[in-house]
RNA sequence: GGACCGGUAGCUCAGCUGGAUAGAGCAGCUGCCUUCUAAGCAGCAGGUCAUUGGUUCGAAUCCAAUCCGGUUCACCA
């Protein structure tokens, strides 16, 4: 039995006890105030004897003592001090290894194996909002959503874990000329289209008449554009004329030339100028205006399209397994700010310019100034954004508010951070970007305008299917009907993709190969949920007598060394997920599983004179048929929970 | 030009709050189904951790400079 002392220390995890242990035997030995957090604990590597080694280097200037001499007066200690915890201990060079007791590892596996919610940690009263997911309402979800998607919804898992109240939200962009091109292409071209006539699901539809909207502009963009290169500026008039003239006339200077970066950059704004000039694009300006007025045909017409792609836009989220708490429309929100703007006013945190617009001086943080409100008085996203902000936070006075956005807009929530700081706003400090990297193609980013742009329906659709041939293939689909195996392969497919976007650290830009479909073995979803299942499969070699029955054992015979890794890692579980969290990084996780997976599966092959060591059904004796009853149930337990805060669901056979 | 991010095996990535001989997966090569599921296991091969300098008992990890790639610096969102 473990004394009270060695109980304590096994709520917090044996890193944790370690680190106090020697911080205890570092002030006794040497009369020095350390704390836990400067020792320095690592897994012993497998060369040597040991399963934790304590990093004794930062010591020697107190000891006035070799390192080795260090080590062996600090593993002294420990050894006499705390025997319930340690049963041995050598020093190599300034390493201490140490020896955890048996019983130790067996009293975390009694506990733990009968608990299905392994990792997840009671209440701590604290609140989060994750916004994410995020989406333009004029074009069906792509890759990168669901990078942002999966990301968003595993970090929100992950601080409910960790025993956060969380509000996962979606902040819906519903307005704005995006919504208005796909609109008026509708009104021009379709007909009266719908997703029932048509059979096309609602955000496809959409979309397609925004493509629809995006190619006769070109066309007519083109004309505009070719005239201007000639030097034929008919087309504008005033201050725009007078623009145009200036880039058409710095396109023929030699020194513009002879940089072909800053050539494309004014070629490209020539464009954009002629593209604001075409008809069809002032026709949605004016659409835009309409809606702004609310005029009550537009408004209509809106709130038709805008429902189809949530309808497409649901069914998409519901075979992601992604749900939501608080859905906030820019449609309500793209006003707010304003108030805002005029405390910030009053406080003199802001200035207004000549022209009425208003400002604020970030210079003195090294960054520029920002606008937040035009010399209409019109606000921009920014102000929107600081008024959302707001809003959040008077709605749930949240402590942390994540925003989960691509790393392009990395300065805008600087900025806006630093902004409602400066505005003293309760919600500033609890603000942090979930910053992260792109989804690239083999050949770079994603274009809309050159048809790169990997479908995220489409994705799920092929991903399903690839596993669905596998299985087949494999020959696996026996003892399953029509509806398991469909339910199956939903399993595989999003595991494998999902697994896909969060295995890689999330601040990290990652390359995606559409022209190979994403692998289901090695560091992947389907590898870990076939290990889940094998482990099940052991399971059912018992009855469930047999598995209710599994405490109370005598362990006399030492634990095998794979026995003790696997208790080990499943013991690590609690503090990776602590990580996770403060990393915000699913990629932990994944790192994690797969580990355990792999260890098991080592675990279950391992073979010695033709005998598979670790059997549980051959298991030696019954001590030890229940003791690895309880690792596989352990193992099993804590694989499933891994993958659930990352959204992945598990099979119970594959 | 300023700010920020990245550069680790052929490819995709771990490791980065300094610790022992830098790790996985994929691809390549060799073995293992008389096994509780081979979507697996065991092994071989593969490295100037972008470069140079510094800090120290110790640097892929920290600092500085340089090179390469990316993002951003809108009265767009």
Known sequence: ??????????????????????????????????????????????????????????????????????????????????????????????????QIQDQYWIQYLQTAHSNKTVGQQPANGRKVMVEYSSPNTNKPLHLGHL?????????????????????????????GIHICKSMLAWQM?????????????????????????????????????????????KDFEGAEKDK???????????????D????????????????????????????????????PEVRALWATMNGWVYEGFNKTYQRLGIDFDKMYYESNTYLLGKDLVEEGLRKGVLFRKEDNSVWIDLTADGLDEKLLLRGDGTSVYMTQDLG???????????EESLYVVA?????????????????????????????????????????????????????IEEMVKTAAEQTEELGKTKGFSEEELRELYETIGLGAMKFFLLKVDPKKKMVFNPEESIDLHGFTGPFIQYSYARIKS?????????????????????????????IMLCEQFNAILLEAQREMSPAVIANYAFLLAQTFNSFYAKKEEGKYIYSVRDAENEDKKKLRLQIAILTANTIKQSLKFMGIAVPERM
């Open 260 to 295: 072909k970066e800053k050539l494309a950059k004014v070629q490209d704004e020539i464009k954009e100028l002629s593209r604001n000039k075409t008809e069809i694009m002032q026709q949605a300006k004016i659409m835009l205006q309409q809606w702004e007025a609310g005029n």
């Open 407 to 459: 790393d392009e807009q990395n300065y805008h929530f600087k900025v806006l951070k630093l902004i409602l700081q400066k505005l003293q706003e309760p919600c500033a400090d609890g603000i942090y970007h979930l910053s992260y990297g792109m989804v690239e193609l083999p050949h770079g980013r994603m274009k809309s305008r050159e048809g790169t742009v990997v479908d995220a329906d489409d994705l």
């Open 388 to 398: 959302t902000a707001r809003l959040k936070y008077d709605d749930y006075h949240m």
């Open 244 to 258: 145009i003239e200036k880039l058409h006339n710095a396109t023929h200077k030699p020194e513009v030339q002879a």
């Open 147 to 175: 990078r942002n998607n999966f990301l968003g919804y595993s970090v929100a898992e992950i601080y409910k874990a960790n025993g956060f109240e969380v509000i996962k939200a979606n902040l819906v962009n519903d307005r």
């Open 189 to 233: 071209f379709s007909h009266g289209e719908t997703p029932q006539s048509s059979g096309i699901k609602g955000d496809h539809l959409v979309g397609d008449f925004y493509v629809h909207f995006e190619k006769v502009l070109r066309d007519q963009a083109e004309p505009i554009i070719s005239r201007v290169l000639d030097g034929n500026l």
């Open 1 to 98: 039995m473990l004394s009270k002392f060695a109980l304590t220390f096994f709520r917090m995890s044996v890193v944790i006890a370690i680190k106090n242990a020697a911080a205890t035997a570092i002030q006794a030995l040497y009369q020095q105030n350390f704390t836990a957090d400067d020792v320095s604990v690592n897994i012993t590597k497998p060369e040597f004897e040991g399963e934790y080694t304590v990093v004794v280097f930062s010591f020697t200037k107190f000891s006035r003592l070799k390192p080795e001499e260090t080590g062996k007066q600090l593993g002294e200690y420990l050894l006499a001090h705390y025997p319930a915890l340690f049963t041995g201990f050598n020093v190599v060079k300034g390493f201490l290894n140490l």
């Open 538 to 566: 052991i399971l059912r070699e018992f009855s469930t007598a047999d598995l209710e029955e599994l405490t109370g054992y005598s362990h006399n015979t030492a634990l095998l060394p794979m026995e003790k890794e696997l």
